[in-house]
């Protein structure tokens, strides 16, 4: 008869193995209505064939199993000796069970479904890459490795929700040199990115149900943070000068904000003018409400100076700024920040760090040498001419091999541009063209939220080689010119069929 697996310690062996055993005895490997010792066996297999005890490993004493689970020492060993018939564990005679060398296949872990994650584009086109001029990289290496030697008690522990007060300071100068904006270093929280600073800003604001203007077309980012804190995104039409702020009056004139780029405007490349500005933030202070400028881009303009920021303007009353350092450096330093409002600086520290308490402190030290040591500065000089040329071949190309089918305003500012097809045009002959194309970037269509959309494409001028962009080009034009065409003719024919009263 073969020895009973029940794993009680022969007085002079040593028990090696887990003395417990994290059993999960109610997951959906269990079947609820099976016997103690079957429910027993089916979190111990489940254990085994997880790898959470592995091949030749001993299993705990049956008196310990017995009492670290709950159940009865005999369903223990029953499920002992229902894993050993099965080839799951093994007996050695004086020493215990052993889960087995090999596992029975046929019901060992089955491989986990593979969830399809989407990958962010980035080929030729694909919006949101950027360049970093090697000075500059080699710079910022040098800095991180000198504040990672220098790595001390400091970046132990928890630290302020607004990230590091050296950074802040480098950020406020930054921002007063660059964009005329004076704000305090206590103004400034550090986020991981524009959308971080919005959401975490949204959550201290906006209670639910409340209405937000955003711009139509507009950022469809900024409209799902807003709705993820069950707020409502209220799409404002675009004119040349910005936000209609008239419109955004009579659908929502007690909106508790508005979320503008007006720098920039993402993606129609609109400046807004001075007097919509004024506009804006005459009505921000009669509704109590705040505006959100995210101002993405504007250290890249090519034509003359930027116009003074929202929050310049305003002196950081009602205006949220937003700045980010994924484009003028690059998106994987997942570093942003934004200037607050003097009243929101309580509110919007505890939302932090009721969210993610505060910002990691490695990097920053290295991004606030690169602010002060000039080298951020000079990497953007670089990047600026690098980008200007890259707008221009894009924009000729698409052009020239279109016959003049997209049109495609030149934008002062930025790292992306719009090429449209003439009013009117379906918007489905842009979205085959696009595949036709194999093309990156985004259908200017998917950017509207209620306006009329106009059929076209948002493309990337930045972190592009320049004759990848000029092939990308002359293939997406071609593609845009034969859609165009098939359509023509098929409007031609349609319009050529004999009538049903001709055909009698
Ligand atoms: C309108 C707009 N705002 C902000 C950003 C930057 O976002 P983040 O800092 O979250 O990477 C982008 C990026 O492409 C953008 O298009």
Redesign the pocket.
Known sequence: MRKNPTNSRASNTVFTGPHTLPLDVDGPHIDKSASAPDRLYQALRHAITSGMVKPSEALPPSRHLAEQSGFRRNAVTEAYERLIADGFAVARIGSGTFVAERIPSAIAVKAPKRIVIAEPQRGTLA??CTDIDETALRRFRAFLGRRMRAFSSEHLHYGDPRGSFELRVAIANHLLSARGLRCDPDQIMLT?????GLRIVLSAILKPGEQVWVEDPG?P??QKSIAHYGGQPVSVPVDDHGMIVAMGRAAAPRARAAYV?PSHQ?PLGVQMTMPRRLELLDWAHEADAFVFE?D??SEFRYDGAPLLSLAGIDHLRRVVY?G????TLF?GL?I?YCALPESLIGPVAAARAAMDRFPATLMEGAIADMLNSGAFAANLRRMRGCYRDARDALAHTLTQASDGQLTVPIPSQGL?LVAKFATATPLQIAADAQISAGAEGWLLADTYLRARPAAGFVLGFSGHPIHKLVAAAETLAKASTDQLRLYRNAKTSRALEPSPRDRN
């Open positions: 919006l949101g991981s990115g524009t959308q971080h950022y980012a900024a780029t993402f995210d993405y881009d937003m980010t350092f994924a484009k998106p997942r942003g992306h």
